[in-house]
């Protein structure tokens, strides 16, 4: 059973960082693509950014690049998703996200930035 657990979320102020994690579990094989996808209530869930496990290419939404840097240690199947600056528009639920066989989703932690 895949399990996909997000921790690191809070409250910072504007121009600050903060750093998420998630644990994936379950997994048979390295041939998936982890991420992050936020989701803010009453808009579109947006990804931001994913990392190929086999090969550790990444991708950002625009939104996020040059702020945000994604990482994994594939020894502890964990995720990182790196946020600096960040801007009162970056509030959110944080989502770890996992497509594999299927789409898999954690209970997402929340991510809030004051101005």
């Known amino acids: 059973e895949v399990q996909l657990v997000e921790s690191g979320g809070g409250l910072v102020q504007a121009g600050g960082s903060l750093r998420l994690s998630c644990a994936a579990s379950?997994?048979?094989?390295?041939?998936?693509?982890i991420g992050w996808v936020r989701q803010v209530p009453g808009k579109e869930p947006e990804g931001i950014s994913f990392?190929?496990?086999?090969?550790?290419?990444?991708e950002y939404a625009d939104s996020v690049k040059g702020r945000f840097t994604i990482s994994s240690d594939n020894s502890k199947k964990m995720v990182y998703l790196q946020m600096n600056s960040l801007k009162p528009e970056d509030t959110a639920v944080y989502h770890c996200?996992?497509?594999?066989?299927?789409?898999?989703w954690g209970q997402g932690t929340q991510v809030i930035v004051s101005a």
């Open positions: 996200n996992a497509r594999w066989l299927m789409n898999y």
């Open positions: 379950g997994f048979t094989d390295d041939d998936y693509a």
């Open positions: 990392i190929t496990y086999s090969d550790g290419s990444t």
